[in-house]
């Protein structure tokens, strides 16, 4: 999602400093219009605003605290803003180490997946100092349609955790509808039609519908690539279990833990790196494969 983001920031006119391990995504970029870095702390030495997008929490720990990371080259004033999910507790660990060098860090996790970021219609999260929060935000808007200010740090993970933990339940509950639907012999684009128009409309049935030939432009409509891995959502429903965990007093999430055992079995069939609407796929075919349509 990187990506994408980036060359937006490029189309609004920004000057971009690029460091990924993919040496092609950053080729693409520099092509674009991009600078070069060779590592996170040469991006932070020329910039005064960074903006990372990592897989996970040891990821972000890594660039930042690393060696090479970006509290190595930020100069004193820079301005750090994490779009990566992780725990509450690294955005505030991150923070901590910033403010030691005169930096500021801000989580600003994001929802609205690859599409959202090619269109730069992302909905952005935000934790962090709220003098801040309006530089942060007008750097956000080139990539996003909405920046919403959450609290202090940690509020933005926490935010989007809780946000992607109502995603994997109801992309799980329009699975099993449709799955249900194929069985029974009705119509899907009729159920999806049915389902858009009443009580069990949402975001998962009326924008990225799981069921192949019901919509164009969705990862269903072309192999379940392109989107939001199903390793991404275990690792998202692995970190909103572990936050209900860490609170006092703790709190059970039985859907939560349903939806995940779901999406754990799916990556365990080979699926993991397919967008995590292609449980639509696992849910349809592992029951045909097993024989319970007899």
């Keep these: 999602m990187g990506s994408p983001m980036a060359a937006n920031l490029l189309k609004a006119g920004r000057k971009v400093v690029a460091f990924d ?5 950053v080729g693409a970029l520099v092509d674009r219009g991009a600078a070069r870095a060779e590592s996170p702390a040469a991006v932070a030495a020329a910039a005064g605003t960074v903006v ?36 509450p507790s690294v955005s ?24 959202g970021a090619e269109a730069a219609t992302l909905t952005f999260m935000v934790g962090g100092p709220e003098e801040q929060f309006r530089e942060a935000e007008l750097l956000l808007s080139h990539m996003g ?13 926490a935010a989007k955790l809780c946000n992607n933990l109502v995603l994997g339940i109801s992309m799980a509950a329009v699975c ?3 799955a249900l639907a194929d069985r029974l012999g009705l119509d899907q684009k009729k159920l999806a039609d049915i389902l858009n128009t009443s009580s069990g409309r949402c975001w998962s049935s009326d924008t990225y519908n799981p069921c192949p030939g019901v919509m164009e432009g ?26 209900a965990l860490s609170v006092q007093p703790r709190l ?43």
Excluded: W
């Design 21 to 25: 391990v993919n040496e092609a995504a």
């Design 52 to 87: 990372t997008m990592l897989p996970s929490n040891p990821h972000v720990l890594a660039v930042y605290l690393g060696e090479r990371g970006l509290l190595a080259g930020a100069a004193p004033g820079a301005l750090l803003v994490d779009c990566s999910t992780c725990e």
């Design 145 to 157: 349609r909405k920046v919403v200010h959450c609290g202090g740090v940690g509020m933005g993970q």
């Design 218 to 243: 969705v990862p269903s409509s072309r192999g379940y690539t392109g989107g939001f891995a199903c390793d991404l959502m275990i690792k998202d429903l692995g970190l909103a279990n572990a936050a």
């Design 176 to 178: 099993e509808g449709h």
């Design 92 to 115: 505030k660990e991150v923070a901590a180490a910033a403010a030691e060098k005169g930096l500021t860090y801000m989580d600003a996790p994001v929802s609205g997946g690859t599409p």
């Design 252 to 294: 059970g999430l039985p859907m939560a833990g349903l939806a995940l055992q779901l999406y754990s079995l799916m990556s365990s069939h080979g699926a993991g790196r397919k967008d995590f609407s292609g449980l639509y796929e696992f849910i349809a075919e592992s029951h045909k494969a097993s024989g319970s349509g007899k």
